[in-house]
């Protein structure tokens, strides 16, 4: 027994050692899952508003109109772009989607009216056929602003009116999704796409036919790949929660230690169908479009790119039994939700029986050569 562990942790170091040495697959595992992650963060990272990009074209002279323009330019829902001073040239960024709408105050707008008490005017909100649901919201934003407005002048009764109350619990935002798939998606290319490219390689230079010669058991190799591949995967998903937290402030509110340790058991069980793949495999040509068959729908419908309640009931229904679905699910609920290993049982549950069959499969399916 002590021999078998003996050949385990040297192999283990061997493929280790032949990872961090491989330029391509450093990039490949590390570097590439980065590139998604700043892409993603930075489209989902924001401070979850709707933000309007507008121009206002001010044509009034009165002091009410330019205070007005001071105060939505300082409104950090609506974004003024000063360098838009007039309405053929909103139109025309109009026309580009460079611009939400524009924003049209006529010439006596805040004007006071002979024997009027208090100042008036009608602004226009000017938009495209394709900018219709922005225009809405903002028109919404500048008549609540207007009602607002139209308080400190007139004094009226308000038969109806809402509160509003904050809840104690902290809900999930946009990139709390998106950071799990990622996570997701890197655990795919190193637990996959790492067999499938080393293997046929492998056995093309006839290293595994020499090292079916040896003593070696196919449990062994698999089980030093497992460790090897478990070793190299926390490292690259460290790397990836650091980044999430230093630039994108993630904030993990579960037990690192179960996360770790949930972490490795979803990559030892998409290992699994990488070592099937590749050990069956005999070369690049043969295995590469049998791993996009299997990779891709796990990757759309799993919720790696986004999440898995946009979809219809009955693709979730199905996407839920996918290999990946319990490993994101799982993840999300304890990084951002701070469940515990009792609480998602059924994910657990479902990454053990993949194992089983995945395992099963590919102690079946290997050849050395």
């Given at each position: 027994?002590?021999?078998?562990l003996y050949?385990?942790?040297?192999f283990?170091r061997?493929?280790t050692?032949r990872?961090?040495?491989?330029?391509?697959?450093?990039?490949?595992?590390?570097g590439?899952?980065?590139?998604?992650?700043?892409?993603?963060?930075?489209?989902n990272?924001?401070s979850?508003?709707?933000?309007f990009?507008?121009?206002?074209?001010?044509?009034?002279n009165?002091?009410?109109?330019?205070?007005f323009?001071?105060?939505?330019?300082?409104?950090?829902?609506?974004?003024?772009?000063?360098e838009?001073?007039?309405?053929?040239a909103?139109?025309?960024k109009?026309?580009?989607s460079?611009?939400?709408?524009?924003?049209?105050?006529?010439?006596?707008?805040?004007?006071?009216?002979?024997?009027?008490?208090?100042?008036?005017?009608?602004?226009?909100?000017i938009?495209?056929?394709n900018?219709?649901?922005?225009?809405?919201?903002l028109?919404?934003i500048?008549d609540?602003?207007?009602k607002?407005?139209?308080?400190?002048?007139?004094?009226?009764e308000?038969?109806f009116t809402?509160?509003?109350?904050?809840?104690?619990?902290?809900?999930?935002?946009?990139?709390?999704?998106?950071f799990a798939?990622?996570?997701?998606f890197?655990?795919?290319?190193?637990?996959?796409?790492?067999?499938?490219?080393?293997?046929?390689?492998?056995?093309?230079m006839?290293?595994?036919?020499?090292?079916?010669?040896?003593?070696?058991?196919?449990?062994?190799?698999f089980?030093s790949t497992?460790?090897g591949?478990?070793?190299i995967?926390?490292?690259?998903?460290?790397?990836m929660?650091a980044?999430?937290?230093g630039?994108?402030?993630?904030?993990?509110?579960?037990?690192?230690?179960e996360?770790?340790?949930?972490?490795?058991?979803?990559?030892?069980?998409i290992?699994?169908?990488g070592?099937?793949?590749?050990?069956?495999?005999?070369?690049?040509?043969?295995?590469?479009?049998?791993?996009?068959?299997?990779?891709f729908p796990?990757?759309?419908l799993?919720?790696?790119?986004?999440?898995?309640?946009?979809?219809?009931?009955?693709?979730q229904?199905?996407?839920?039994?996918?290999p990946?679905?319990p490993?994101?699910?799982?993840?999300?609920?304890?990084a951002?939700?701070?469940?515990?290993?009792?609480d998602?049982l059924?994910?657990?549950?479902?990454?053990?029986v993949?194992?089983?069959?995945?395992?099963?499969?590919a102690?079946?399916?290997?050849?050395?050569?």
């Amino acid at each position: 027994m002590k021999r078998s562990l003996y050949t385990v942790s040297t192999f283990v170091r061997i493929n280790t050692k032949r990872f961090f040495r491989d330029r391509l697959a450093l990039f490949f595992t590390i570097g590439f899952p980065l590139i998604f992650l700043f892409v993603f963060g930075s489209l989902n990272s924001g401070s979850g508003g709707a933000s309007f990009n507008v121009a206002i074209i001010n044509q009034s002279n009165s002091q009410f109109a330019k205070e007005f323009v001071n105060q939505i330019s300082s409104s950090k829902v609506v974004k003024v772009k000063t360098e838009v001073a007039t309405l053929n040239a909103a139109k025309e960024k109009m026309s580009r989607s460079e611009l939400d709408a524009t924003i049209e105050l006529p010439g006596n707008f805040g004007d006071t009216a002979k024997g009027a008490l208090y100042p008036s005017g009608q602004a226009k909100v000017i938009y495209t056929q394709n900018n219709q649901q922005s225009a809405i919201a903002l028109t919404s934003i500048l008549d609540a602003q207007f009602k607002a407005i139209n308080a400190k002048f007139i004094k009226t009764e308000t038969p109806f009116t809402v509160t509003s109350q904050q809840l104690n619990e902290r809900s999930l935002s946009a990139f709390d999704y998106t950071f799990a798939g990622l996570l997701g998606f890197a655990i795919i290319g190193m637990g996959i796409f790492g067999p499938v490219n080393v293997f046929p390689e492998l056995k093309k230079m006839g290293i595994l036919r020499r090292l079916s010669t040896t003593p070696l058991k196919v449990w062994q190799y698999f089980l030093s790949t497992m460790i090897g591949q478990a070793i190299i995967g926390l490292i690259s998903l460290a790397i990836m929660f650091a980044v999430a937290i230093g630039v994108f402030h993630l904030q993990v509110v579960g037990n690192w230690f179960e996360l770790a340790l949930f972490l490795v058991f979803g990559i030892v069980m998409i290992l699994g169908i990488g070592l099937a793949l590749g050990g069956w495999a005999k070369n690049e040509r043969q295995v590469a479009p049998l791993a996009n068959i299997i990779v891709f729908p796990m990757m759309f419908l799993s919720g790696t790119f986004f999440p898995r309640f946009l979809m219809p009931e009955w693709l979730q229904s199905i996407s839920a039994f996918l290999p990946l679905t319990p490993i994101i699910d799982g993840i999300r609920l304890i990084a951002t939700e701070g469940k515990h290993f009792i609480d998602i049982l059924p994910q657990i549950g479902l990454i053990g029986v993949w194992m089983i069959v995945i395992y099963a499969i590919a102690f079946r399916v290997f050849r050395w050569e």
